[in-house]
């Protein structure tokens, strides 16, 4: 059974940190927080923290959880891909056509915003890069304000330490 993250006061920052990005700052759009918040719990692999981050941001919607779906699927892929690709001098690939990507528009992602959100989240911990600087471009390309992609970025942050401080508890003190 799953629980949620204990927080303990050596932590106490991490835990304010995760409340104030996920309940108290606007400069995103709940939609963006709920999926940034949600594709970096996913990244993280860890019931507890989707769990925690659902308890506090609720449900995805099916279009979201569509989208959320697609954009860690294609950054599984492209994260290490295009990591990789910045340490060799290959010419050869090198584009999502060598992935066998089909384009942006026929995967027809409904709201562009929250794809490119969850992109980022997922590529900061992934430590895709290029993906993640080629998906924070696209968001300023369609508006974002550097205080959201900031927010969104704190939020990644905040689920990861969150994700740290669950398995420290497993580790120093339930083991």
């Keep these: 059974m799953s629980t949620f993250v204990q927080f303990p006061d050596e932590s106490e920052d991490q835990r304010l940190l995760l409340k104030s990005v996920l309940i108290s700052e606007n400069h995103l759009a709940s939609s963006s927080i709920k999926t940034a918040a949600w594709a970096a719990a996913l990244a993280c692999r860890d019931w507890d923290v989707v769990k925690q981050v659902q308890f506090i941001v ?5 279009e979201a959880k569509r989208e959320i779906q697609y954009a860690i699927s294609r950054m599984s892929v492209t994260n290490p891909y295009f990591f990789s690709r ?3 001098d290959v010419h050869a690939g090198g584009n999502l056509e060598s992935l066998k990507f089909r384009s942006f528009a026929d995967i027809a992602v409904e709201n562009e915003v929250d794809y490119h959100y969850a992109c980022i989240a997922v590529s900061m911990i992934n430590g895709g890069y290029a993906c993640f ?22 939020i990644t942050a905040a689920v990861m330490a969150a994700r740290q401080v669950h398995f420290n508890n497993q580790v120093l003190f339930q083991g």
């Design 86 to 88: 910045q340490f060799v």
């Design 58 to 62: 609720g449900d995805l919607s099916p």
């Design 133 to 154: 600087k080629s998906h924070t471009m696209s968001l300023k390309t369609l508006g974002q304000s550097d205080a959201a992609i900031d927010q969104a970025m704190r």
